[in-house]
């Protein structure tokens, strides 16, 4: 399992591979019932501590993403749909309440704002 995290970002590690997870479960790239590195074996690929692997998977244990079967280690949970992307579009709300707010500061109109999401919407 690829995952990429920066020392160099601000945000805990243990946050970005949680994130990270979580983004593989809901675009099915990780699928329910799949077995997920040990916390050791993740710690070494990604040479972190286990206490930071080992937060992560409990993160996502505590918001459904994954399930802990004793003695045999962290799999994919089924995930309810409707209940994921209600959460993230409360994510970009809150995202775009923060440009609307910096827009509105700058008098940076609408219209401006509408072009810069067509032109990142095109380039994803």
Same mark, same amino acid.
């Given at each position: 399992?690829?995952?990429?995290?920066?020392?160099?970002?601000?945000?805990?590690?243990?946050?970005?591979?949680?994130?990270?997870?979580?983004?593989?479960?809901?675009?099915?790239e990780l699928?329910?019932?799949?077995?997920?590195?040990? $916390?050791?074996?993740?710690?070494?690929?990604?040479r972190c501590?286990? $206490?930071?692997?080992?937060?992560?998977?409990?993160?996502? %244990?505590?918001?459904?993403? %994954?399930?802990?079967?004793?003695?045999?280690?962290?799999?994919?949970?089924?995930?309810?749909?409707? %209940?994921?992307?209600?959460?993230?579009?409360?994510? $970009?709300?809150?995202?775009?309440?923060? %440009?609307?707010?910096?827009?509105?500061?700058?008098?940076?109109?609408?219209?401006?704002?509408?072009? $810069?999401?067509?032109?990142?919407?095109?380039?994803?």
């Amino acid at each position: 399992m690829e995952i990429i995290i920066s020392n160099s970002n601000g945000v805990p590690i243990y946050e970005q591979i949680k994130e990270q997870i979580k983004a593989k479960i809901v675009s099915n790239e990780l699928k329910e019932n799949e077995l997920l590195p040990s $916390i050791r074996t993740l710690a070494k690929d990604l040479r972190c501590s286990v $206490i930071t692997t080992k937060n992560a998977y409990e993160e996502l %244990v505590k918001e459904g993403y %994954v399930k802990n079967v004793p003695a045999k280690g962290f799999y994919v949970a089924k995930i309810n749909k409707d %209940v994921v992307l209600e959460e993230q579009l409360n994510k $970009i709300e809150e995202l775009l309440d923060k %440009v609307v707010n910096i827009a509105k500061i700058n008098n940076i109109n609408k219209k401006t704002l509408k072009e $810069i999401l067509d032109i990142l919407w095109e380039d994803k």
